[in-house]
């Protein structure tokens, strides 16, 4: 079984701090995608990373792929009340087609 | 269409009655998916349609669960003889090519059995 780990499962930070998710797996990823999910609502994507030591930046958010394709991390600066959600990472591994999701990372930032 | 749609957005069912949910994907794509969402939890794969074809079944949890799709467009997700267990949110998503473009999704259908 292919097992996508994401970390933390949990957080809960201050407006203006800085925060990290990661997102592991023992297995190569063909295709990394990152999804916010609020209540109530479909995933909607992110970004898409695909090679190894990509780095994509979108706002305040920046994303890197790792050099093996096997991890990945989610980089907020200076996070807002309206970063709060449900964050996923789903990844396709080689030879397949079907997108592996993380458990998420639910995240909570005070005013 | 513009995005991926899905009904009904909420259904409530009695214990043992069928259900029948829908997916509308974007025009033009060409794979399909069914995840499972229960409450706080990740995304179950369920299922992944290829044009009209299911080349990959392995997450349906029993025989109560099949899925059908048709004219490579509309996909319908039943449930046999629902239980409390399978009350939980239904994904669809789509994409154009299948494991190597992103996945649209729809808003899910919260299914709850009673």
């Known amino acids: 079984t292919q097992l996508l780990e994401q970390s933390p499962q949990f957080l809960s930070i201050q407006e203006g701090e800085n925060l990290t998710v990661y997102c592991n797996s023992s297995s190569v990823f063909s295709s990394l995608q990152w999804y916010r999910q609020e209540p109530g609502e479909g995933p909607v994507l992110l970004v898409t990373v695909v090679t190894g030591g990509e780095v994509k930046k979108l706002k305040r958010l920046t994303f890197q792929f790792g050099d093996a394709r096997k991890d990945s991390s989610l980089h907020i600066t200076a996070a807002q009340t309206g970063d709060t959600g449900l964050y996923l990472c789903?990844?396709?591994?080689?030879?397949?087609?079907?997108?592996?999701f993380g458990t998420g990372t639910r995240l909570k930032v005070l005013a | 269409g513009a995005g991926v749609s899905q009904s009904p957005s909420n259904k409530v069912t009695e214990k043992g009655k069928d259900v029948e949910l829908r997916c509308d994907p974007i025009s033009g794509h060409t794979a399909l998916y069914w995840y499972r969402q229960s409450l706080g939890q990740g995304l179950e794969f369920l299922i992944y349609f290829q044009g009209n074809s299911a080349p990959d079944k392995s997450g349906l949890p029993s025989d109560r669960f099949s899925a059908e799709r048709t004219g490579g467009s509309v996909s319908t997700l039943t449930i046999q003889r629902t239980q409390q267990e399978d009350s939980a949110v239904y994904l669809c998503?789509?994409?154009?090519?299948?494991?190597?473009?992103?996945?649209?999704f729809g808003q899910g259908t919260r299914l709850t059995v009673v």
């Open positions: 789903a990844g396709v591994y080689v030879g397949t087609y079907k997108y592996i």
């Open positions: 998503a789509s994409s154009s090519s299948g494991g190597y473009t992103e996945a649209f």
